[in-house]
């Protein structure tokens, strides 16, 4: 009798186990997230985000941002500089940078679900 319900109580240990591991994972999702910036909601909001940020880092309010203010006043703009002056002219435009998210945030959402988008 004895053996017969060894393998249901084994069974039963490895589900708590496997429980207990995802639920673990779970918990730990939100601090992995924290690494990550979250991105605002709508396309406005994003909007409205690059443009206070790029009239920030224009120090000398040009409307284009030099790799100098663009290292100053936008990180991941300076990190990816040479991405968005796709035309090579040594300054990127808020249209510019704008083009530039929105089709890096089209590829990641073509990567995480191919089918529907």
């Known amino acids: 009798m004895i053996v017969r319900k060894l ?3 084994c069974l039963a ?7 207990t591991a ?8 939100p601090g992995a997230d924290s690494q990550v910036p979250t991105a605002p909601p ?3 909001e994003a909007k409205a985000l690059i443009s206070d940020r790029f009239k920030a880092a224009d120090a000398n309010h040009d409307g284009k941002l030099s790799r100098d203010e663009a290292k100053a ?3 991941q703009v300076y990190k ?4 968005i002056d796709s035309l090579k002219r040594g300054y990127v435009t808020q249209r ?3 083009a530039y998210w929105e089709a ?3 590829e990641q959402m073509q990567k995480e679900n191919p089918i529907w988008n």
């Open 22 to 29: 995802a639920s673990a994972q779970q918990a730990s999702a």
């Open 7 to 9: 393998p249901a109580v």
């Open 104 to 106: 890096k945030t089209k």
């Open 96 to 98: 510019q940078i704008g």
């Open 42 to 44: 709508t396309t406005a």
């Open 73 to 75: 006043g936008m990180p």
């Open 80 to 83: 990816n500089f040479s991405k």
């Open 13 to 19: 240990a490895v589900m708590a186990l496997a429980c």
